[in-house]
């Protein structure tokens, strides 16, 4: 789960963690009383939505003025904001930040994320804050410093002195820093984060360690744990196609291409979707229906596929298991009579139950194309959509 850079400052501030001064507004008259509130000038007034690139999408503006809060706050608040991360559809701007402007001296970048490879958590900084870091990677690896952190022995003094003295700091910022790197770590850790960035991270002209900037992600399947962090989430910034298929308890990932798939198993739904692409055509969606669906399930997940207007056919491949053929044929036909279903449907399942569920679809009168493997049904579904 993603949140909004002010909910992320929140949880920095919660950790000790220095972040500017600031406020969340929704409307003009909220962005200037949180400007009067700080005082100071310049001011940043910043986009609030779960994607990067803000600033390059006229997003984040500085005000020197208090005149230009007003206008920089009134154009950015109900904007429809495009960036790199949004897509061409953008998305709707219903949060400003409004916060005190810094002295920088110079700007880092810092964070921490789970490396499933080495089983450990991963620190991550770099002297080029401020910019694309998959671009540092690309054109100046050498200016990436990695430290491995084993999670059972937690974060010692060497990980944070290897960090600090990889990005050459002065030895008056080395202190700070490293206490910020420590509580990042005990955020990260104790919150579930996935991961914690920090881009950029500057240090002003007087010595101090700041957050300019916040990204936390969150794992999903640890929120039970957080309730506090469950109530950040923002139903505004997700897909609305998921929001309803998680209500179902369907994992449903919108992908934008033109075959709609049903499947059982994370496994099977990438092999499927790597088949439909492999025919020639693109998947709209990733749709798990899990080992336990039920046939309402099975309609509520048809419903939320079809509700894609880009889904021009419709692949299911079910290996029975713990859902029977049988289960899932029924689950299709009852779906295709209570749906106004205006696409091809290509079936292919196998295992528990197989030729009572393929007789289930014969006997039912519906035009439902079956395949007999999983080639044949992404080939099948391929020219379909041609």
Not at 369 to 377: G, H, V
């Amino acid at each position: 789960m993603k949140i909004h850079e002010f909910q992320a400052k929140k949880l920095m501030g919660a950790y000790d963690i220095p972040v500017p001064e600031g406020g969340v507004a929704s409307t003009l008259k909220e962005a200037k009383e949180i400007a009067r509130r700080i005082g100071g000038l310049p001011l940043a007034i910043k986009a609030q939505i779960h994607a990067g690139g803000r600033g390059k999408g006229g997003g984040v503006k500085i005000a020197r003025t208090f005149d230009e809060v007003s206008s920089h706050a009134g154009s950015i608040i109900g904007m429809n904001l495009v960036t790199p991360q949004t897509g061409p559809d953008g998305r709707k701007v219903r949060h400003i930040l409004v916060e005190q402007g810094l002295d920088i001296a110079s700007e880092l970048y810092l964070s921490l994320t789970c490396d499933r490879e080495s089983g450990s958590i991963l620190i991550m900084a770099s002297e080029s804050g401020g910019m694309d870091i998959e671009q540092v990677a690309r054109k100046t690896p050498e200016k990436i410093v990695k430290v491995l952190v084993d999670p059972v022995f937690g974060i010692r003094p060497f990980h944070l002195r290897r960090t600090a003295f990889g990005l050459n700091l002065d030895k008056d910022v080395i202190r700070p820093f490293s206490a910020m790197l420590e509580r990042l770590y005990d955020l990260l850790v104790e919150k579930d984060a996935s991961l914690v960035e920090i881009n950029p991270l500057v240090i002003t002209n007087d010595g101090r360690v700041i957050a300019l900037d916040a990204k936390i992600d969150f794992d999903d399947n640890a929120l039970f744990r957080h309730p506090d962090i469950a109530e950040f989430r923002d139903e505004n910034e997700e897909d609305p196609l998921e929001v309803e298929a998680s209500g179902y308890n369907l994992n449903y990932i919108n992908m934008g291409g033109t075959v709609g798939n049903m499947v059982n198993g994370a496994g099977l739904a990438m092999a499927v979707m790597d088949t439909i692409k492999l025919a020639g055509a693109e998947p709209a969606n990733f749709l798990d229906v899990g080992g336990g669906a039920s046939a309402e399930m099975i309609e509520n997940g048809f419903r939320i596929i079809l509700s894609d207007p880009k889904v021009k056919a419709l692949l299911i491949n079910i290996f029975g298991g713990i859902l029977r053929c049988d289960v899932l044929a029924e689950g299709v036909v009852t779906a295709a009579r209570n749906i106004d279903i205006k696409v091809p449907v290509v079936v292919r399942m196998e295992g528990t139950n197989v030729e009572k569920g393929r007789k289930i679809l014969a006997e039912s009168g519906l035009e439902i194309i079956t395949a007999s493997d999983l080639k044949d049904a992404g080939e099948k579904v391929a020219r379909l959509v041609a």
